[in-house]
């Protein structure tokens, strides 16, 4: 069973990081596209960033020159460094990947920036 787990959520204040991770079991992902998407309340879900099979990344106009997504092939795991968090960004992170055709979600882990 292939599985997605995020962690690494929490409640920080404006101006401050977080890094948040996704841990994938039960198939290798190095050769996924996999993406972030996060859902603010009362809000669509929306794409945040992605990274390709050859280590590119691509990034939301909201959060580009703030967020970088790394992955470590060996822990088959991804990562989200959020630098200089708002209120704005606060919502629930899902992690998303795209393999051989199939797509697979996390649950999410939450993300509150307030003062």
């Known amino acids: 069973q292939v599985l997605l787990q995020e962690s690494g959520g929490g409640a920080v204040r404006p101006g401050e990081s977080l890094r948040i991770s996704c841990a994938a079991s039960g198939s290798s992902f190095s050769t996924a596209y996999m993406a972030w998407y996060r859902q603010a309340p009362g809000q669509e879900r929306e794409w945040v960033g992605r990274?390709?099979?050859?280590?590119?990344?691509q990034y939301a106009d909201s959060v580009k020159g703030r967020f970088t997504i790394s992955r470590d092939i060996r822990r088959n795991t991804l990562y989200l460094q959020m630098n200089n968090l708002t209120p704005e960004d606060t919502g629930v992170y899902y992690c998303?990947?795209?393999?051989?055709?199939?797509?697979?979600w996390g649950q999410g882990t939450q993300v509150t920036v307030s003062t």
């Open positions: 998303n990947g795209i393999k051989r055709g199939t797509t697979y």
């Open positions: 990274i390709i099979p050859n280590g590119e990344t």
